[in-house]
T-cell receptor, first 115, second 112 residues
Framework: DGGITQSPKYLFRKEGQNVTLSCEQNLNHDAMYWYRQDPGQGLRLIYYSQIVNDFQKGDIAEGYSVSREKKESFPLTVTSAQKNPTAFYLC??????????????FGPGTRLTVL | GESVGLHLPTLSVQEGDNSIINCAYSNSASDYFIWYKQESGKGPQFIIDIRSNMDKRQGQRVTVLLNKTVKHLSLQIAATQPGDSAVYFCAENTGGYNKLIFGAGTRLAVHP
């Protein structure tokens, strides 16, 4: 089965803790992305990566960190510096082809709740 | 499940009717657009895309129309079914490599 997997589906964090959300894809896509979704809002970009060992900040990167050590994997760490981390987190991936844009395909999401 | 879009605009249609969901985009330089469907508690699902050199594209039961003059995008769903009930998002590429900007979404409610 080809696709994007995210784990866990639900995650609970205590105040002051760092937590890491997993994202794996077997679509052989070059680019991977992390978004945050809050009720009543569209998706907002946290970080993206076009190639292994390289990544860029999106619109709301503060309090988050990522790594891209393998093409298939793009984990997101929500640090204690993120003031309002309760949200639905979505990972996506896309092909990169010669300067033209391509659709992003999404995983099933992780719901993070701060206790 | 996850409550997506608690206060979104809602389009209510009868089963079997055609649905039209509209989206106004922000950047006249955007040249790639996508429609996604999101069911409660799930990730967005790709429906159809269109590039700016086209004004219409058809898929299975769906048609996307692009009017660059007024920066307007629409998604038409033929013979709407209960399984089409979801939140629908449009997204535009505003420049920057594959960086998408998403609209807030429209909830489609299909009634039997």
């Amino acid at each position: 089965d080809g696709g994007i997997t995210q784990s866990p589906k639900y995650l609970f964090r205590k105040e002051g803790q760092n937590v890491t959300l997993s994202c794996e894809q077997n679509l052989n896509h070059d680019a991977m992305y992390w978004y945050r979704q809050d009720p009543g809002q569209g998706l907002r970009l946290i970080y993206y990566s076009q190639i292994v060992n390289d990544f860029q900040k999106g619109d709301i990167a503060e309090g988050y960190s990522v790594s891209r050590e393998k093409k298939e994997s793009f984990p997101l760490t929500v640090t204690s510096a993120q003031k309002n981390p309760t949200a639905f987190y979505l990972c996506a991936s896309s092909k990169l082809q010669g300067g033209s844009y391509n659709a992003q395909f999404f995983g099933p999401g992780t719901r993070l709740t701060v206790l | 499940g996850e409550s997506v879009g608690l206060h979104l605009p809602t389009l209510s249609v009868q089963e079997g009717d055609n649905s039209i969901i509209n989206c106004a985009y922000s950047n006249s330089a955007s040249d790639y657009f996508i429609w996604y469907k999101q069911e409660s508690g799930k990730g967005p699902q790709f429906i159809i895309d269109i590039r700016s050199n086209m004004d219409k594209r058809q898929g299975q039961r769906v048609t996307v129309l692009l009017n660059k003059t007024v920066k307007h995008l629409s998604l038409q769903i033929a013979a709407t079914q209960p399984g089409d009930s979801a939140v629908y998002f449009c997204a535009e590429n505003t420049g920057g490599y594959n960086k998408l900007i998403f609209g807030a979404g429209t909830r489609l409610a299909v009634h039997p």
